[in-house]
C-alpha cells in the first residue's frame, strides 16, 4: 500500500521544484486489530424436548442419552464441513434465513436421533415416520445422510448395555411386552427374537381377528408369512424385480426399510392382505381346521407378482402341507371305539349291569389288545331341566337389529371412526372388540372370513365382501 509523504506534499505547496523530492513511499502503516472470539454454539438450545407427547416424554435417562446422540451428530456435521471449508451453522445459514429455520432444521436432527435410540433398545414406533425426519433428506446430501448412519452405529457399538431404567422404558423384559393383535397373549415375542424387517412386516399388516389368532397356530401362521416375505424381499435384488410394477418394488422395498402404516398407500396393500389370509389358510389346512376363502387373493398374488415369485411361495406352500401329511402319519393314532348306552332304557339293578358288561366283553373280545374301547354313560335326571349352552355368538333379536344398525353406518360412510363406534357401543352397554367379534362371528357363514377390520382409527369392511355385506344388509331389511 502506498502511503503519502506530508513533508513532500508541504514541499509542494511551496511551489520549489526543488524541494519536491519523494511523494510516496513503501512502507504500510499498522492497523490495530483485535482477534474476534469465536462463539460456541448452544446446540441444545436450539431444541425443545417437549416437542414430543410420547410415552418417553420427561424421562430423563432418555433425553439425556438422546441429546448425546444428537450433539454427536452436531459434532461430526461440523468436522465434516469444515473439510469443506466452511462450519455447520455457516452451512445451515445457507438455506436458513432467521431463527425459526435454524431451530426447525436442528428440531428434525433432533428427532432423527430420537428415533434412532427408539429403534436401538425398542421396535417399530410412531416416531419413525415423523415429518421432521423428512427433511433431513431434502436438506442434507447423501454423503452427510450415510456419515450420519455409520455414525449411529459407532454410537451404540460403544454405549453398552441399557440402564435398567431404559430397560423397563422400552418394556425389554417379557412381562412388560404390549399385547399386539398377531400376540395376544405375548408368548411368540418372549420365545422369537423378531428382526427389524419382521417388525416392519407385521407393522405394514392390516389386523386379522379370526379366533385362530388367539391359540398356539399363529406360530406356524408366523413362520409361513415371514418365508414369504423372505422370497419377496430376496427378488428385491434381481433385475426383474418381485412384481413387474416399479411403484409397488419401491413400496415394497420401504417396507424392509421402514415404518409403514397399514391405511397408506392403499392401492398397493391389496396384496399383503392377500399373503396373510392365504398364509392362515394354509396352516388352517395342514391342522384340518375349517378353511376360508382364498381364491380371490391366490388369484390376486398370482396377478401381482412375477411368476417366479409366485411359484417359489406356491414351492414354500406346498412343503408345509407335506410335513403335515408326514406329521400325520408318524403320530397315526387308533381311533377308540366308542359304544353309547341309553341309561334310561338300562335297569339300574347290579345284575342288569353285570349283564350289560358281559355283553361289551363279548362284543370286542375278538379284538386286537391295541384296541381301545370307551364306553360313555349318558344320564339325564328327569325332573331335572337343561341347563341352556352359553357361547359368544347367541344374539337375541334386539342384539342383531344393533348389529344391523352399525353395519349400515359403516357401509352408509365407508367406515366409521373409532371414536364414534365406541360412543355407538357405550350408548348401547357393549364392549367393542366384543362387539366386532360377534359380528365378524355372525357374517361367518356368508363368507368364511372376517369381514369387519379395524385399520387405522377407522372401522372398515374388508374390499373383497363389500357387495356381499351390502346385499346381506338389504335382505335383512326385507
Known amino acids: 500500500m502506498k502511503m503519502i509523504n506530508y513533508q513532500a506534499i508541504k514541499n509542494w505547496l511551496s511551489k520549489n521544484i526543488e524541494d519536491i523530492i ?9 492497523i490495530p486489530t483485535r482477534k474476534r472470539k469465536v462463539k460456541e454454539e448452544n446446540w441444545l438450545a436450539y431444541v425443545n424436548h417437549d416437542y414430543f407427547t410420547d410415552r418417553y416424554r420427561g424421562n430423563k435417562e432418555f433425553e439425556q442419552l438422546v441429546d448425546q446422540l444428537y450433539l454427536h451428530y452436531i459434532h461430526i456435521l461440523d468436522q465434516h464441513f469444515k473439510r469443506e471449508n466452511t462450519t455447520f451453522m455457516n ?25 434412532r435410540v427408539i429403534k436401538q433398545f425398542g421396535s417399530i414406533h410412531e416416531t419413525e415416520l415423523y415429518s421432521e425426519v423428512g427433511m433431513l ?51 411368540y415375542r418372549e420365545e422369537n427374537n423378531l428382526s427389524h424387517s419382521q417388525e416392519r412386516v407385521l407393522f405394514a399388516t392390516k389386523t386379522r381377528t379370526t379366533k385362530i389368532w388367539e391359540g398356539p397356530y399363529k406360530n406356524d401362521i408366523l413362520t409361513l408369512y415371514f418365508d414369504m416375505w423372505t422370497i419377496i424381499f430376496d427378488a428385491l435384488s434381481d433385475e426383474a424385480g418381485p412384481t413387474p410394477n416399479k411403484a409397488r418394488n419401491q413400496f415394497i422395498n420401504k417396507i424392509r426399510l421402514t415404518a409403514v402404516r397399514p391405511y397408506e398407500e392403499d392401492k398397493h396393500y391389496y396384496f399383503i392382505s392377500s399373503l396373510i389370509k392365504y398364509a392362515e389358510n394354509t396352516i388352517r389346512k395342514k391342522y384340518g381346521l375349517r378353511e376360508i376363502k382364498v381364491q380371490a387373493d391366490l388369484e390376486n398374488i398370482e396377478k401381482r407378482f ?12 406346498a412343503a408345509e402341507l407335506a410335513l403335515a401329511k408326514k406329521m400325520a402319519k408318524a403320530e ?39 384296541d381301545v374301547v370307551e364306553v360313555v354313560l349318558e344320564e339325564k335326571a328327569k325332573n331335572e331341566e337343561e341347563m341352556p349352552v ?20 359403516i357401509v352408509s360412510n365407508n367406515g366409521l371412526d373409532l371414536f364414534e363406534a365406541e360412543a355407538f357401543c357405550e350408548e348401547h352397554g357393549l364392549f367393542l372388540n366384543a362387539f366386532v367379534n360377534q359380528i365378524n362371528q355372525r357374517l361367518y357363514d356368508l363368507v368364511e372370513d372376517q369381514v369387519l377390520l379395524i385399520e387405522g382409527s377407522q372401522i372398515m369392511v374388508d374390499d373383497f ?13 326385507n
Open 332 to 370: 397315526k393314532v387308533v381311533e377308540p371305539k366308542k359304544i353309547e348306552l341309553n341309561f334310561e332304557k338300562i335297569s339300574t339293578s347290579q345284575q342288569e349291569l353285570t349283564q350289560i358288561v358281559d355283553m361289551i366283553t363279548d362284543f370286542v373280545g375278538d379284538e386286537n389288545e391295541d
Open 390 to 409: 352359553l357361547t359368544g355368538t347367541v344374539n337375541t333379536d334386539d342384539d342383531g337389529e344393533i348389529q344391523l344398525v352399525f353395519l349400515q353406518m
Open 137 to 187: 433428506n431434502y436438506r442434507l446430501g447423501k454423503k452427510e445422510r450415510d456419515l450420519l448412519k455409520r455414525e449411529t452405529d459407532v454410537f451404540f457399538t460403544f454405549l453398552g448395555e441399557p440402564s435398567d431404567t431404559l430397560k423397563k422404558l422400552f418394556r425389554l423384559s417379557p412381562a412388560e411386552l404390549k399385547p399386539l393383535w398377531w400376540d395376544l397373549d405375548q408368548s
Open 91 to 115: 452451512y445451515i445459514r445457507s438455506f436458513a434465513w432467521n431463527s425459526y429455520e435454524i431451530r426447525r432444521f436442528l428440531q428434525a436432527i433432533h428427532a432423527f436421533a430420537r428415533t
Open 306 to 317: 412375477n411368476k417366479a415369485v409366485v411359484d417359489k411361495i406356491k414351492e414354500r406352500v
Open 465 to 477: 365382501y363389500q357387495e356381499d355385506v351390502e346385499n346381506w344388509i338389504e335382505e335383512q331389511g
Open 22 to 30: 519523494d511523494v510516496t513511499f513503501d512502507q504500510a502503516e499498522p
